[in-house]
């Protein structure tokens, strides 16, 4: 389509003198105006799109129709596939029979290939035998193409047939007195050869680019699944394991209502962060539905998940360095997932030790640890998968940055990540 454009650009371009006094002997060129431009080439994409609409059918009898014209033309007598060697025969009626016979199964040959070769192939014999040496010939090449590219069941037959039916040709064109010898119509065989290989190249590559994108859009799903549940992990499992650990916690304050509802307003919250959370990722998978632009869970959250943690009863120590770079990135969201996804751990494994959580921006990078001492209680919370940290490697490493989670000598764990990040504007 780019060179038809590029053609139509050339065409577009037209000679016009100059108006008034001439200042040289040849024609200034000027092209058309852009505009005119423009819509030469909107035309004709419109047009390439209608006939890419057409039926396959309608748009081979094109193909079939032009080819059955050229044989017409006397200038392409015995211009085409030719064998046997025969001395040309004037046209008679039988001539246009055997001329429509070569031509117009090619109208099916995409869509019903055996019978489109089937049928030239019946052509090309008569059209030999009677040596009227018609440019139509070329026809058959174009059927063993066509077979071989698109022909889906009996290939290996129809190969064999085709093959044994050429040698009594060859006999029968001997017969009539062909001046060809063996070795012409070994060549010839094994051009037709080459003209079945040919579809047959085109079927597998065909096939292998099939295969190629079924498996990118395999491994797109299989990504966009991971995603997904990265993201509901990393966003249902805090709120939820907060509620549970609150909960448990809510049991034991019976006796103190003033703590008992706080704990219970620290639930309730939790819940609605979770809500808000869950549906924001929910108008973020919708592609009819275009929410209001919300930024995404950066370090600037930092405090509010800190604070939510400390209200589920986990003693945090916050300490953060240096300022976030604007506007915030995929370092700040990667970030906070860190920092989440360990505090969960924290309150899940080690509920009620001490946790220090450290981020430090830098010009180049970010710089998380979380640290956890001690084992704490594990009373009410529920189990975990392994998914979380394995996601958080993956966000890591996806950014070119560093990851690591590893038990402490003297108990507890400890999370660290290095997250690449640009200079501060």
Known sequence: MRLLEQLVVGVAATPHRRQGREHGPSPRWSPVPPGRYALAVIAFRRIADLW?????????????LLLGV?????????????????PARPFDALAYLVIALECLPLAVRRRRPAVALVLVSLGFVLDGLLAYRTFASIALPIALISAGAHLERGRRLTAVLLS????????????????????????????????????????????????????????????????????????????VTAMVVQTEAARYLTAAPDRLDSTLSAVTDTGRRAITDLRHMLDLLDPGHHPEA??????????????????????????????????????????????QESLTNALKYAHG???????????????????TEGSGSRAGSPGGSGRGLTGLRDRVDALGGEFSADEQAGGGFVVRALVPAGSPS
Do not use: C
Request: charge should be neutral; glycine fraction near 8%.
């Open 52 to 64: 890419q609409r057409l039926d396959v059918v309608l748009r081979d009898l094109s193909l079939a």
């Open 70 to 86: 050229a044989a017409l033309v006397p200038a392409l007598h015995g211009q085409g596939t030719q064998v046997g060697d025969l």
């Open 164 to 239: 044994v039916a050429y040698v009594p040709l060859a006999i029968a064109l001997n017969r009539l007195g062909s001046a060809e010898r063996l070795d012409g119509y070994v060549v010839f065989y094994l051009i037709l050869v080459l003209a079945w290989g040919v579809g047959a190249w085109l079927r597998n590559t065909r096939a292998a680019e099939a295969e190629r994108r079924r498996h990118v859009a395999e491994a797109t799903r299989t990504a966009e699944r991971t995603r997904i549940a990265r993201e509901l992990h990393d966003v249902v499992t805090h709120h």
């Open 294 to 339: 919300r930024a995404s869970s950066t370090a600037g959250d930092l405090h509010a998940l800190v604070e939510q943690t400390r209200q589920a009863g986990q003693p945090v120590e916050f300490t953060e360095e240096g300022t976030a770079a604007d506007p915030a990135g995929s370092a700040e969201f990667v970030t906070y997932r860190v920092v």
């Open 353 to 371: 030790a001490p946790t220090v959580v450290r981020v430090r921006y830098g010009k180049k990078e970010i710089s998380v640890e979380v640290s």
